[in-house]
């Protein structure tokens, strides 16, 4: 299994600003530049883990029954992998052409359905659809102001009866200063956001590699 390159903030920001400039800092577009970009060198892209998001992969596991998984901006496809080998039947989606037809050539054997969609435009037959919805720093990679607002209303419409919406990201304690993007996400807007589901957990977290970097996972059930 191959590690995350750790990429300092600047290298992250000069990466990241690079793509956007070149799209004219338009807030969505950019990411499809930077998997062009990329040329299919993971170390380009600062968020590639290439293995599965080990907080999703513990908490599914602890807390799901196996069924039907959307990922929200799979980017490179490793936690659409790491539900199906849990044994989810898994859609995954993102905005960026480059980055589905990239995780197409790194998973040739795998049933995944990868599409190229737009979380701000869900496809008609998601809607109701799934028991676990999953978004991996989405919100957070979106500016606020209207956009963000819009991608979260979407989320809640995707679940079936009972089905969960799993996020994970940065948190905003007040404390971090960051050149955005990301923008961490604050607990009240992401508890107002989703306040028709039942918040089932809320949980702060650090990783061992950006011990300065105030992290959350949050959970919640549609109950019907
Ligand atoms: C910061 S990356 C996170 C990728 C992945 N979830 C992870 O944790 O590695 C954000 C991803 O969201 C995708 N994205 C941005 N806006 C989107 C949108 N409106 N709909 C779907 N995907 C989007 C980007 O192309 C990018 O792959």
Known sequence: ????????????????????????????????????????????????????????????????????????????????????????????????????????????????????????????????NFDLVVEIHILQAIPDGGIRERAAEQMPKLLNHNGQLLCIGRLDNGEQTIQPPPWPLQEDWLKRSFDMLTLTTFTEFVNQDSPNVTRYYAAWRKQV
């Open 1 to 128: 299994m191959s590690t995350m390159k750790n990429i300092s903030e600047a290298e992250r920001e000069a990466i990241i600003s690079q793509a956007k400039s070149a799209v004219n800092d338009e807030p969505i577009d950019w990411f499809d530049q930077l998997y062009g970009m990329a040329d299919r060198d993971s170390a380009i892209i600062p968020w590639a883990r290439m293995y599965p998001n080990p907080i999703m992969m513990d908490w599914v596991e602890k807390n799901c029954h196996i069924g039907k998984a959307l990922i929200i901006g799979c980017g490179l496809g490793d936690d659409a992998i790491g539900l199906e080998n849990l044994g989810f039947s898994v859609t995954a989606f993102d905005i960026s052409k480059h980055c589905i037809d990239w995780c197409k050539e790194r998973f040739p054997k795998s049933n995944v359905n990868w599409l190229v969609g737009d979380i701000l435009n869900p496809e008609q037959e998601w809607i109701g």
